[in-house]
């Protein structure tokens, strides 16, 4: 036997040791989620790890080197000199200076503002560039076609977004990730606690999945325009930004003394004002809401491009947890010994408008799906009910019907969201001034009338064969909503002039001069446009029958 025969096999170099260790956890990776593996398989390569690196290591380097010029000068001891970063001489409004001369910098102030600085970019950094990947990456699968092919995998929708998710904008998370140290040293440097910076990094990361998931149903919804999300996320990023950063930036003396105050913020009956944890657990709450309602609406899309964003019976849960979190702002606590109406009034009417307009871009089918059910639906319930052993009738299927029109399903949230309104004006009767029992319920059912009479004049006109179906809806809504006030404005001198025009035309606009406001009025108000509501809706309903018609019965009815 040779003596090689008994040399035991060489153990691999270290870069071989690393390259193997990297493909283990890339099969382990791809076991778990196989998209998430195609993705990075695309993202890490050598050339883009270094540049995700240096632009991160570059960026903080300047940014040290700008707070850095920023610092007062040491070079001349008593040397006059204003700064934000010192701490300052009561007697001259200057810098204060020690014994030796030298400048007493605050560097809690320094490291707080090189925090918060920082801090921000990171998520703009995060947030923008992952929005910007994630809809140029699904617009380029479309037009290749692979995402057809994706459709067809066996893997489920949930888990094809997480990949694209957490795979697309690695290098983004990379660039971020390696500045994360000089962040959290910052950060405490400035005073506050490691459990404080947690929060922090909570609140970023929820954050920055709401607007990822909202970036992929932008990219569902056909848009390849992936800088049209940048705008859209950077309008909505800015005071999203500005909220987390107060929420942590609020002292905890602060919420100690609006523990004893009896103007803390609540949300029904809870004091979310007297912490800060509560505050953002209130936030986090909602935030998570909202990415599970917008997951839902994704996996719908994802399967089938021509679905509504959520199914009728999905919407009824959604308006009712709207209508919780939007009622809750409105109420009261029972220690507060007055209602200002006006602006409750206006909120609640305002409610109604984001709610209906919610509902008509949720429910309203294609035009073709409309069609297709106004032709077929008795033999689809008469297929449906031979299935489930029960008569199903024609009301049952516009109340939960995927293509039926959803005229009915949105008036029944209306009047359902319309009736928890009155029914928490009604309980607040203590509260309630000479005279505005009768004008609280006749604005509540004023705007509930507008917001029928707004849904019934969309679906007429959406069923129509357009091309630019949300150009409509936003003419339509300049017309309702911004033309009568304007044109009001221009030819009354004030609202307590011409409150009657104003009931009669404008949007919730009895508010704006509720002692004056007129009962007349009011009812005028809910009359006509109850009757114009009607008149869209019959004028809808024989749209869809003229639609179910073939056109083989259409040419023999000539």
Same mark, same amino acid.
């Given at each position: 036997?040779?003596?090689?025969?008994?040399?035991?096999?060489?153990?691999?170099?270290?870069?071989?040791?690393?390259?193997?260790?990297?493909?283990?956890?890339?099969?382990?990776?791809?076991?778990?989620?196989?998209?998430?593996?195609?993705?990075?398989?695309?993202?890490?390569?050598?050339?883009?790890?270094?540049?995700?690196?240096?632009?991160?290591?570059?960026?903080?380097?300047?940014?040290?080197?700008?707070?850095?010029?920023?610092?007062?000068?040491?070079? *001349?001891?008593?040397?006059?000199?204003?700064?934000?970063?010192?701490?300052?001489?009561?007697?001259?409004?200057?810098?204060?200076?020690?014994?030796?001369?030298?400048?007493?910098? #605050?560097?809690?102030?320094?490291?707080?503002?090189?925090?918060?600085?920082?801090?921000? =970019?990171?998520?703009?950094?995060?947030?923008?560039?992952?929005?910007?990947?994630?809809?140029?990456?699904?617009?380029?699968?479309?037009?290749?076609?692979?995402?057809?092919?994706?459709?067809?995998?066996?893997?489920?929708? #949930?888990?094809?977004?997480?990949?694209?998710?957490?795979?697309?904008?690695?290098?983004?998370?990379?660039?971020?990730?390696?500045?994360?140290?000089?962040?959290?040293?910052?950060?405490?440097?400035?005073?506050?606690?490691?459990?404080?910076?947690?929060?922090?990094?909570?609140? /970023?990361?929820?954050?920055?999945?709401?607007?990822?998931?909202?970036?992929?149903?932008? /990219?569902?919804?056909?848009?390849?325009?992936?800088?049209?999300?940048?705008?859209?996320?950077?309008?909505?990023?800015?005071?999203?930004?500005?909220?987390?950063?107060?929420?942590?930036?609020?002292?905890?003396?602060?919420?100690?003394?609006?523990?004893?105050?009896?103007?803390?913020?609540?949300?029904?009956?809870?004091?979310? =004002?007297?912490?800060?944890?509560?505050?953002?657990?209130?936030?986090? /709450?909602?935030?998570?809401?909202?990415?599970?309602?917008?997951?839902?609406?994704?996996?719908?899309?994802?399967?089938?491009?021509?679905?509504?964003?959520?199914?009728?019976?999905?919407?009824?849960?959604?308006?009712?947890?709207?209508?919780?979190?939007?009622?809750?702002?409105?109420?009261?606590?029972?220690?507060?010994?007055?209602?200002?109406?006006?602006?409750? !009034?206006?909120?609640?009417?305002?409610?109604?408008?984001?709610?209906?307009?919610?509902?008509?871009?949720?429910?309203?089918?294609?035009?073709?799906?409309?069609? #297709?059910?106004?032709?077929?639906?008795? *033999?689809?319930?008469?297929?449906?009910?031979?299935?489930?052993?029960?008569?199903?009738?024609?009301?049952? #299927?516009?109340?939960? =019907?995927?293509?039926?029109?959803?005229?009915?399903?949105?008036?029944?949230?209306?009047?359902?969201?319309? =009736? *928890?309104?009155?029914?928490?004006?009604?309980?607040?009767?203590?509260?309630?001034?000479?005279?505005?029992?009768?004008?609280?319920?006749?604005?509540?059912?004023?705007?509930?009338?507008?917001?029928?009479?707004?849904?019934?004049?969309?679906?007429?006109?959406?069923?129509?064969? !357009?091309?630019?179906?949300? /150009?409509?809806?936003?003419?339509?809504?300049?017309?309702?909503?911004?033309?009568?006030?304007?044109?009001?404005?221009?030819?009354?001198?004030?609202?307590?002039?011409?409150?009657?025009?104003?009931?009669?035309?404008?949007?919730?606009?009895?508010?704006?001069?509720?002692?004056?406001?007129?009962?007349?009025?009011?009812?005028?108000?809910?009359?006509?446009?109850?009757?114009?509501?009607?008149?869209?809706?019959?004028?809808?309903?024989?749209?869809?029958?003229?639609?179910?018609?073939?056109?083989?019965?259409?040419?023999?009815?000539?």
């Amino acid at each position: 036997m040779s003596p090689s025969s008994h040399t035991s096999p060489v153990p691999p170099t270290p870069p071989a040791a690393v390259e193997l260790l990297g493909d283990r956890l890339l099969n382990a990776i791809g076991n778990l989620n196989p998209q998430l593996l195609r993705e990075l398989k695309g993202q890490l390569k050598p050339r883009n790890l270094s540049l995700a690196l240096g632009l991160s290591l570059v960026a903080q380097g300047l940014l040290y080197f700008l707070f850095y010029a920023s610092l007062p000068s040491t070079a *001349v001891p008593f040397q006059p000199q204003h700064s934000d970063y010192c701490l300052e001489d009561l007697s001259t409004y200057g810098c204060l200076f020690d014994a030796d001369g030298v400048v007493q910098i #605050d560097w809690i102030r320094w490291h707080s503002h090189f925090s918060y600085t920082l801090g921000a =970019g990171l998520i703009a950094i995060l947030v923008l560039g992952g929005v910007y990947q994630l809809i140029a990456n699904y617009a380029k699968e479309r037009q290749t076609g692979t995402l057809d092919f994706l459709r067809l995998t066996p893997q489920s929708g #949930d888990r094809i977004f997480l990949g694209k998710i957490l795979g697309v904008p690695a290098m983004v998370y990379l660039a971020v990730f390696a500045a994360i140290p000089l962040h959290a040293a910052m950060t405490l440097l400035s005073g506050y606690t490691l459990l404080n910076l947690t929060l922090f990094y909570v609140s /970023a990361i929820e954050i920055a999945v709401l607007f990822f998931c909202s970036a992929m149903l932008i /990219a569902c919804l056909g848009t390849n325009q992936a800088w049209l999300g940048v705008v859209l996320s950077s309008s909505l990023l800015y005071p999203a930004v500005g909220l987390l950063y107060v929420l942590f930036a609020i002292p905890e003396e602060f919420f100690g003394d609006l523990a004893n105050s009896s103007t803390v913020f609540h949300w029904w009956i809870m004091p979310l =004002g007297q912490s800060r944890f509560a505050l953002m657990s209130f936030c986090w /709450a909602w935030t998570g809401i909202g990415i599970y309602w917008i997951w839902q609406a994704l996996g719908r899309l994802f399967r089938n491009s021509h679905a509504t964003l959520l199914s009728k019976t999905q919407t009824y849960w959604l308006t009712a947890e709207v209508t919780l979190f939007w009622l809750g702002f409105a109420a009261k606590t029972p220690s507060l010994e007055r209602i200002d109406w006006e602006p409750v !009034l206006y909120f609640l009417s305002i409610f109604y408008l984001v709610v209906t307009i919610a509902l008509n871009l949720i429910l309203m089918p294609r035009r073709q799906s409309i069609q #297709d059910w106004a032709r077929y639906h008795h *033999v689809n319930a008469a297929e449906a009910s031979a299935e489930s052993g029960t008569r199903r009738s024609i009301w049952v #299927d516009l109340l939960i =019907g995927e293509k039926s029109p959803p005229t009915l399903a949105i008036a029944l949230q209306l009047v359902a969201a319309c =009736g *928890v309104c009155l029914a928490w004006v009604l309980g607040m009767h203590q509260y309630w001034t000479p005279g505005m029992g009768w004008k609280a319920t006749g604005i509540i059912l004023a705007a509930f009338a507008s917001m029928l009479l707004f849904s019934s004049l969309l679906q007429h006109i959406l069923h129509w064969k !357009l091309k630019q179906r949300h /150009a409509v809806m936003l003419s339509t809504f300049f017309v309702m909503f911004v033309v009568p006030p304007i044109a009001l404005t221009i030819l009354t001198q004030s609202v307590s002039d011409a409150t009657d025009l104003w009931t009669l035309f404008v949007f919730a606009g009895s508010t704006f001069a509720i002692e004056s406001a007129t009962l007349t009025a009011l009812l005028g108000t809910i009359a006509w446009q109850l009757a114009a509501a009607g008149l869209f809706t019959y004028q809808f309903k024989r749209s869809i029958e003229t639609l179910g018609r073939s056109d083989v019965r259409r040419l023999v009815e000539r």
